[in-house]
């Protein structure tokens, strides 16, 4: 089944967009690995918000919903996790300079 | 549409502010009002319970983690950071105008969207799609957790004298 999306769609496209420019560049322009994780973040803010606005254009809210609860789960352990290689980083290396990661094992 | 314009452009400021300031704390900060303004979006489209999740664990818990890893890893003085700032500045400044006319860009595209959507029906209450037709989503949920609690306790674990 296919449809014809209303203007709306650009309307939120835009600001999605604009997010994704803002998480990409926020993780591709730094050496700081809990700013990459920032930038990661931004990214996942994007996708959580075009989830929603994708099931208020189709009528699907409740299944929109359902996923963004799964990717906002995912996110949060995501974040944990990253936190502690963070950790275990700077206590190995002193710094958060992700160019340091060079000199590690393997 | 006016109220949701303004929502939407402070949640890009808010973002832009997060990669964009020097200290990471602020970064935190912003953070968190990107969540905020996304919980309002999600509030104003009809998704109450995502945006109470948002608000509550996106807004709230991942800011925690931050501010307590910017605490135990901050070593720099606040002099040293802002000695650090023109480089940052040089990395960073061309990212509002890419912004900018990304906007302006977009902004002119009006063309029409064909996009397949799924078949109808059995999209009804937000707890029974979670519930009843999306079990597998909660059990791949708790494997994450877990996953996430038994990856946390690995990169906490103390090296014991053996393992050097």
Known sequence: MTIEIPQAFWYYFIFFVLLMIDGLWCMLATFNLLRMLIGLEILMKSVTFFLIVAGYLSGRMALAQAMVITVIVIEVVIVVAAAGIVLGFFRKTDTLNVRNARSLKG | ?????????????????????????????????????????????????????????????????????????????????????????????????????????????????????????GDGDVRTVLWNLRQLDLFGQILILLAGVFGVMVFFKRESKDDN
């Open chain 2, 1 to 121: 549409m006016t109220i949701m314009t303004i929502v939407l452009v402070l949640m890009v400021l808010a973002a832009l502010w997060a990669s964009m300031t020097t200290l990471l704390l602020r970064a935190t900060i912003g953070l968190a009002l990107t969540s905020a303004m996304l919980a309002v979006v999600m509030f104003s489209l009809g998704a109450t319970l995502a945006a109470i999740l948002e608000l509550s664990v996106c807004a709230g818990l991942i800011s925690v983690v931050f501010v307590s890893v910017i605490s135990l890893t901050q070593t720099k003085t606040f002099k040293d950071i802002l000695q650090h700032r023109k480089g940052r500045l040089a990395r960073f400044w061309p990212l509002p105008v890419v912004m900018l006319g990304a906007g302006i860009a977009l902004s002119f595209v009006h063309s029409p969207v064909q996009i397949a959507l799924p078949l109808p029906g």
